[in-house]
């Protein structure tokens, strides 16, 4: 059970609880994303997301951060980036402190 | 066949040692010994070797793997050598001390099993008196030491009504996901399955109280359901296909598709005295004998739920039928289906409490 919102506005800080984590895969040659009795294969772009998940960049932060380093607009950037999130936050694989 | 993956997920059966006797203990009813069982040493280079072939988790349970004196050192070496660590266990032989040293060791997250939510009743399934209670102070010292907590809460004929009590009660202990785990028929379960057959009412109204526990706890809890599969219309995918994305190493070191697979005869089981784990995975004849779809029987061939359900449960195929290379019967479609459907009939004839229960290595 947690405390934090549950799902991710602008300002909130996702985190990985203890439990999560992301691994790099060597012998399939990918990111994979552990928690408890779950293992998801992460493709370049859930990497890149997660990448930024470092406990304390706000996923406004996160978003821009994207936007830049990919060139893309903005607002596809947060949208699919809190949709990913959200799935995540629901799934019990994230959680998120208010900034 | 596609070519063939490497394993996600590894089951060590550590030890079939158990403080409990539950009447549906998955460990097969022929025990192995302490005497009989993998030494440190050769558990250390199986789960070396697992990480090297790709395992990513690894659960690590029994019997009671407390039970086992060097199961921190065993954490350790696992969680050294990158697996993700799961401990499965009934909580009884766990102590603060003993979860701090786990802590230490990297362990990631601890499964720990309900009997029931009745103190009384929990008791007694578990065959162990004063078990409730040990395991719900148990509970807290695992949360407040910080490792994430699924309550795994074993239900049938006798506690599946207590199933909105159990939602309640794994919160209150602070889980994060609970497996709601209807008993499935092998080894002492099937040996009990008449007192333990849950009837279609109950299962019914487990159904609905998971589907609205699932909005009302979103966000809360994760709730994985595993309905008892008898009234079911498809069999379940065993373990999503046998020897596609798990293994199982018995305490005695045999590696199996699952845990049940011993109970078919005709299969002969690899040991890691004899093989590598890489080589057992992707040479073995057992683990190649069920693989993918090509063995599949005619019936499920022409099935358009063939790469859904690849035949259902090879276990149960041989327990109803004493035929694993049948479609599992649970399906509908299965010439055999009417076998469960006796059963079930017999379940719901039954009144009471049903037969007396045997009692996991006390029969």
Redesign the interface.
Known sequence: MKDGPATGLPDCIPYFPRGVRVKHDTIRGCYVLLGPERALMLDAVSAAILDGVDGTASVAQICQHLAEAYRAPIKVITDDTTTFLNGLALRQLLDYRNG | MAKLS?P??MLAELTHVCPLACPYCSNPLELTKRTGELDTETLARVFREAA???V??LHLSGGEPAARRDLETLVQIASGA?L?T?LITSGIGLTERRLEALDKAGL??V?LSLQGVQAELSDFIGGYKGGFKQKIKIAEKITAV???L?INAVLHRKNLDDLPQTLALA?DL????IEVACVQFHGWAEVNRAALQPSHAQVKAAKKTVEQARKTL?????I?FVPPDYYADFPKACMGGWGSTGLNITPAGKVLPCHAAETIQTLDFTSVHEASLADIWYKSTSFNMFRGTDWLPELCQSCDRRDIDFGGCRCQAMALLGDATETDPICRKSPFRERVDDLLTQTAAASGPGPKLIFRGRA
Request: charged share 20%; glycine share 10%; hydrophobic share 35%.
């Open positions: 490497p996600i997920a090297e072939l790709g990513l988790q990158g993700y799961n990631d997250h499964q910080g490792f994430p699924t919160q602070k889980a994060r996901r979103a966000n809360i809890m994760v994985d």
